[in-house]
């Protein structure tokens, strides 16, 4: 290690890291990415599923290198898996599932090969996961990178509205790190980017009166509001990612919550106190 770096030292260290095969991220046909890919069928590793922040996050990395097929393949792949499974948000969302059964939950962890569930119990209640996807595929598509079709905003919608019937504002999750549940900064602020996302995208797209002969209830004061509700909680926690009392779910620390600043880059739609709570996370 050195003290100091110069943008020459940078380059060669990148130049190495590369040839050493560091950044290839080898992908399943329809572009997800696996926890780990398995070289044969003889062997065995309980991480062949693929889970949805972990592709968000490596898709964006790859559009932030410039290699932005390999993102919009990622994302593409997502937005089909919600597809398929969109019951799972319109069962919630009608009052027909129990969101605190966390397998009634739409499942981010899943068989990327075959874009299908798996029958195993998981934590599931992750919204910084949803968040983030909502976030992502907004970002590409407001700057004209993908072309949603009616079909892909009937399914956006419907994470603003499942996140308000869940209340995620208030909603316990196992978040970044899928552990025990709680009220937990880091995912009310994936949330709140993803919903941000998608209202900097409906008033680009001009897309309000479209959707609302869908769902009349469906409005831009429907959106701010719900976004307001976030942001209230927000102001409450931060800079901790957690205030419950509760030994096991206060925290005042948590690495999840770098990832408001980048790549979510939330503070910069905050102003004052809010502002300053976001960028203080820094200093820890």
């Given amino acids: 290690m050195q003290a100091n770096y110069s943008v020459s030292d940078i380059q060669q260290l990148f130049e190495f890291l590369k040839n050493q095969g560091t950044f290839q991220f080898p992908s399943l046909e329809n572009g997800l990415f696996a926890a780990a890919l398995l070289k044969s069928d003889t062997e065995y590793t309980d991480y062949t599923s693929v889970w949805v922040?972990?592709?968000?996050?490596?898709?964006?990395?790859?559009?932030?290198?410039?290699?932005?097929?390999?993102?919009?393949?990622?994302?593409?792949?997502?937005?089909?898996?919600?597809?398929?499974?969109?019951?799972?948000?319109?069962?919630?969302?009608?009052?027909?599932?129990?969101?605190?059964?966390?397998?009634?939950?739409?499942?981010?962890?899943?068989?990327?090969?075959?874009?299908?569930?798996?029958?195993?119990?998981?934590?599931?209640?992750?919204?910084?996961?949803?968040?983030?996807?909502?976030?992502?595929?907004?970002?590409?598509?407001?700057?004209?990178?993908?072309?949603?079709?009616?079909?892909?905003?009937?399914?956006?919608?419907?994470?603003?509205?499942?996140?308000?019937?869940?209340?995620?504002?208030?909603?316990?999750?196992?978040?970044?790190?899928?552990?025990?549940?709680?009220?937990?900064?880091?995912?009310?602020?994936g949330v709140v980017s993803g919903l941000k996302a998608l209202q900097t995208l409906l008033n680009q797209r001009e897309k309000w009166s479209e959707i609302q002969e869908c769902d009349r209830a469906f409005s831009p004061s429907f959106l701010t509001e719900l976004i307001a509700q976030g942001e209230s909680t927000l102001e409450t926690i931060l800079p901790a990612e957690c205030i419950q009392p509760e030994p096991k779910k206060n925290r005042q620390y948590d690495t999840a919550l770098l990832f408001l600043i980048y790549p979510l880059q939330l503070p910069e739609s905050f102003s004052g106190t809010t502002y300053t709570k976001l960028r203080s996370i820094m200093s820890f």
């Avoid at 079909?151 to 208030?170: C, G």
């Fill in 53 to 189: 922040r972990d592709n968000l996050y490596i898709a964006h990395a790859h559009y932030v290198m410039g290699e932005v097929e390999i993102a919009l393949k990622t994302v593409k792949a997502l937005i089909s898996y919600f597809n398929k499974y969109r019951w799972r948000f319109i069962k919630i969302i009608e009052g027909e599932a129990d969101p605190q059964n966390v397998m009634e939950r739409p499942h981010v962890r899943f068989d990327g090969k075959n874009m299908a569930e798996i029958n195993q119990k998981w934590a599931h209640a992750q919204n910084d996961a949803l968040g983030y996807f909502l976030w992502f595929y907004c970002q590409l598509a407001t700057q004209g990178i993908l072309n949603p079709q009616g079909d892909d905003f009937a399914i956006l919608v419907l994470f603003p509205r499942y996140f308000h019937a869940i209340r995620y504002w208030q909603d316990e999750d196992s978040g970044h790190w899928e552990e025990k549940r709680k009220l937990e900064a880091s995912s009310v602020g």
